[in-house]
């Protein structure tokens, strides 16, 4: 498994360098892990903005 990364702005968790949801930087300096598997019904996904499904971190240095 490659080091996942995750999005400085929206959190979004990736393989990539840049966040393929909002283009901004990942960082590898993340903490703690939440899947989205509704965002629609999820109020933690209202919480954090998030508006597709996926893997987020919930801290992003
Ligand atoms: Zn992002």
Do not use: Q
Request: aromatic share 4%; charged share 30%; hydrophobic share 35%.
């Amino acid at each position: 498994m490659k080091d996942l990364r995750a999005c400085r702005k929206c959190h979004y968790i990736t393989e990539s360098d840049t966040c393929p949801i909002c283009g901004g930087d990942t960082s590898k300096d993340w903490h703690g892990c939440i899947i989205i598997v509704d965002h629609k019904k999820s109020a933690l996904a209202k919480k954090m903005n998030v508006s597709v499904n996926g893997r987020f971190a919930l801290r992003v240095r």
